[in-house]
């Protein structure tokens, strides 16, 4: 059996989709099975890495998506000598290759968002996605809510599996590494006399961020909120945070290193992730919390996977969008009441656990895989 993933990126630059992509790719080269990926990357070339990552260096970058000619020539050569080819989508570019070149090998399309914000891409592309939906032999969706809003489901619901996302234990992975637990005591010290609010993700609209930087505003000053992660609207938060002087209480940091960010989850009292539109189909990020035992503040947002995730008074609030002062009224009753924080920690490792462990993600694809492959 050999398998092709087309990612539009993947680890070292980390993000949700990439975090995925890799758990996968890794739990089948633990079963000896013959595994590539394709993704854009700094710069061309081929990274052995337990299986060959082949990273093409993008021409130019226009609304999010990097575009190389490269990715076209090397494509056609990988899909030709691969059996199953599992796209990971969005990514315009792939969504070009698999339609060119993907004839007769089994498509799987990974549908982890819609494109919302660029619709007139979607109008555009409206054939060549009807034509890959048909040649599709599965399109895996992470939750059943975000499916069934999916704009072809009656379509194509035959060929539709949901498979949920998943993280390592990366509290398990902290509690290996010495480097990790020197940069823990670090920020430890530095923050002994407050209580943080983490949130990470890029700083893009639909993130939701200035939302969470005005609840500081509500909320006492010995609570510190700490946003990592870049993107274009760092200066315009930034200024946010200025102009309403809360620079004493909310911090962006910028990229961080893996390790710092399992700190920061460790270190931190609450997650809080405070997205606005369904961009935000499922919230990896969440879950990367959940296996910490933090109780999780998200947002209401409508056909989202986030409201499936994050479960209202059990492993968190989910409060209205836009809101600063609902997200501080969340942050609050964790602070007032203990029993009620312990009791939303515990549930939340026990959802992680249950059902968002990387293992049940790894392991529902290779099942998928090998009925797939069995097919004549």
């Known amino acids: 059996m050999k398998i092709l993933h087309i990612s539009k990126y993947f680890p070292p630059k980390y993000g949700g989709i990439e975090s995925q992509a890799k758990y996968i790719c890794d739990y089948l080269y633990k079963k000896k099975i013959n595994i590539e990926v394709l993704a854009f990357g700094k710069k061309t070339n081929v990274v052995l890495n337990k299986y060959k990552i082949f990273k093409v260096k993008p021409l130019l970058t226009i609304l999010s998506q990097p575009i190389s000619f490269n990715f076209f020539l090397i494509a056609r050569k990988l899909i030709k000598r691969n059996q199953i080819i599992h796209f990971h989508y969005p990514n315009i570019i792939g969504l070009l290759i698999c339609f060119l070149f993907c004839t007769n090998q089994k498509l799987i399309i990974h549908w982890h968002s819609d494109v919302i914000s660029q619709k007139y891409l979607n109008k555009f592309f409206y054939?060549?996605?009807?034509?890959?939906?048909?040649?599709?032999?599965?399109?895996?969706?992470?939750s059943n809510v975000y499916a069934r809003n999916f704009k072809y489901f009656n379509t194509y619901k035959k060929k539709i599996s949901i498979i949920s996302c998943g993280s390592k234990d990366l509290n398990k992975e902290f509690n290996s590494k010495k480097s990790y637990k020197k940069k823990f005591k670090i920020l430890q010290k530095k923050f002994k006399n407050y209580k943080l609010i983490y949130s990470v993700g890029r700083l893009v609209h639909y993130k939701g961020f200035r939302y969470l930087i005005k609840s500081a505003k509500y909320l006492d000053d010995k609570t510190k909120i700490i946003i990592a992660g870049e993107g274009y609207l760092y200066k315009k938060l930034k200024k946010i945070i200025k102009d309403e002087k809360l620079e004493d209480k909310v911090h962006l940091i910028g990229k961080i290193s893996f390790g710092l960010n399992l700190s920061y989850l460790k270190l931190c009292r609450i997650f809080c992730l405070p997205s606005i539109t369904r961009n935000e189909a499922f919230g990896v990020a969440i879950i990367e919390a959940m296996s910490f035992s933090k109780p999780i503040i998200s947002t209401k947002i409508k056909a989202s996977g986030i409201n499936w995730v994050n479960r209202h008074n059990n492993t968190g609030f989910v409060v209205p969008i836009k809101n600063p002062e609902k997200i501080a009224t969340a942050i609050k009753l964790f602070f007032e009441n203990q029993s009620l924080y312990k009791k939303m920690s515990l549930n939340s490792k026990k959802r992680y656990i249950k059902y968002f462990n990387?293992?049940?993600?790894?392991?529902?694809?290779?099942?998928?895989?090998?009925?797939?492959?069995?097919r004549k």
């Open 127 to 142: 054939l060549i996605e009807k034509s890959l939906f048909k040649r599709a032999v599965k399109i895996v969706f992470t």
């Open 358 to 374: 990387s293992n049940i993600m790894n392991r529902n694809f290779y099942q998928l895989y090998k009925g797939l492959y069995a």
